[in-house]
């Protein structure tokens, strides 16, 4: 895709209106669902959906000629052999385009100026299903930011290699183990912590290795990996390395207490970590418990995060814990869905003392606050109220308004993920914000799907005497697979 001037959100809109295919789901809670769930059977036997994950996909149903209803079917499916339809290669491409009006980067601090900007990411796939049990999956990435200055690690990569890996499965003791070794994504229920970071334009991807052990309600995870650390100097140059390293044990439960419940026990480590409190190796030992379920028109997810370890020759010990809650009136026009979501993550108390207080968010998504970026999952407390309405299957529309809290004011104000603002450690004045949020999601066609979001912050004395200002960011985006 050439670089082009930065378009009016109009003619986004227009580019958008004149594809044909149909939609990817930009639902915040669908977009932050587990990579590794399982596919429910019915899906599986339907022409697959095109979503967030896409080597999730199971394209064998085309082996049969009559589901081959669609142009370039034939590319979706290429046989390897007329008697195993699990043996094909299938070929995929993914688009996803976002213009963005963010007046304020980080509540303007540090001089920052308003920016606009396109947000290009095209992926191109090749899935290769060589047994019923074995498949090779490899995909690239080109992502462009026209317009944006000083564009980061997380906003452009001109092309490179995202995912790159092999992964199996074989029955053994009563279950299935399933395992991956490779360039892949990992991703845990609401992706608070460990996510794909869909929001920025620049995905994030870890080299790692992990096997599952299912076997009924019980599903045993174990993980050990080198996030990839990402740069645009030239083509392919992304790297990973011991410097930075995530891995850890996981085990889940479903059907226990009206939802699922899970236990993560997981070390961070990074060579060259920065807090305003301490620098230096840092190694986190985090202990991770959630539970979530959905009965009577209620749903429900709670998650909550112990931290220890060191830092720069200090003793870390953080916490965090989430609470997203609602309630859905199904029978009622439009569907409304009334929720409060919860936050609160642990700030530094005793800059100079010997402990580090400050919680590590690690790898949070994009999605889970605001798509703005301004607000960090450090030293923070949260509390965002909300509406959802369903005027047709399609469309779904949300509204908030959220108030943010400093958890102590010896800490810093965060932006997204960790990033410490200037001047504001120590600074009088717990509250730091508070905001409006509306977004707009259509499932316009089955592989495309548009959605707008507005976010109007007003920030607090500490971060205005800081050199922050109220905050707009408009997002206008759309999404088509294929």
Known sequence: ??????????????LALLCTAAALCTDARAATADPDADVPAEAAAARPAIGMYRWQEDWSV???????????????????????????LSLGVTLRERYEHNDAPRFGTGGRK?????????????????TESLRAFVQVENALAPGLKNAGAADANRLDLRLAF?????????GLVRWRIGRQEMAFDLQRFISVRDGPNVRQAYDAVWADYVR???????????????????????????RLAYGGLRVQRTGLAGGAVSATVSEYRNRDAAFPSASGRERRRNLDLRHAGAAHGFDWDIEGMRQGGRLG????????????AGYTFASAPWKPRVAAQIDAASGDRARRGGRVGTFNPMFPNGYYLTLSGYTGYSNVVHFKPSLTLRPTQALKITAALGVLWRQTIHDAVYAQPY?????????????????A??????????????????????????VRAAGGRDSTYLGVEMRWGW
């Open 62 to 88: 085309l082996a049969d000629p009559t589901r081959r209803t669609e142009a370039a079917d034939g590319l979706k499916y290429i046989p390897l052999s007329e008697d195993e339809p699990q043996r094909y």
């Open 166 to 174: 092999v992964d199996g499965r074989f029955e053994a003791a009563g």
């Open 216 to 242: 009924g309600p019980w599903r045993v995870s174990g993980f050990a990996s080198q996030p990839v650390q990402y740069r645009n100097a030239s083509a392919f140059d992304d790297f990973s390395d011991r």
């Open 1 to 14: 895709m050439p670089v082009i001037g930065v378009p009016r959100i109009s003619a986004i809109l227009q």
């Open 437 to 462: 949020q509306l977004r707009a999601d259509w499932s316009a066609a089955r592989n495309l799907a548009l959605a707008v979001e507005a976010d109007r912050y007003r920030v607090a004395p500490v």
């Open 114 to 130: 308003g920016t606009d900007a396109v947000l290009h990411r095209l992926e191109l796939h090749f899935d290769a299903h060589l």
């Open 313 to 324: 020759g200090r003793t870390v010990d953080a916490w965090a814990i989430g609470l997203l």
């Open 419 to 435: 990033v410490a603002l200037p001047r504001t450690a120590g600074m009088p004045g717990r509250r730091s914000a508070d905001y």
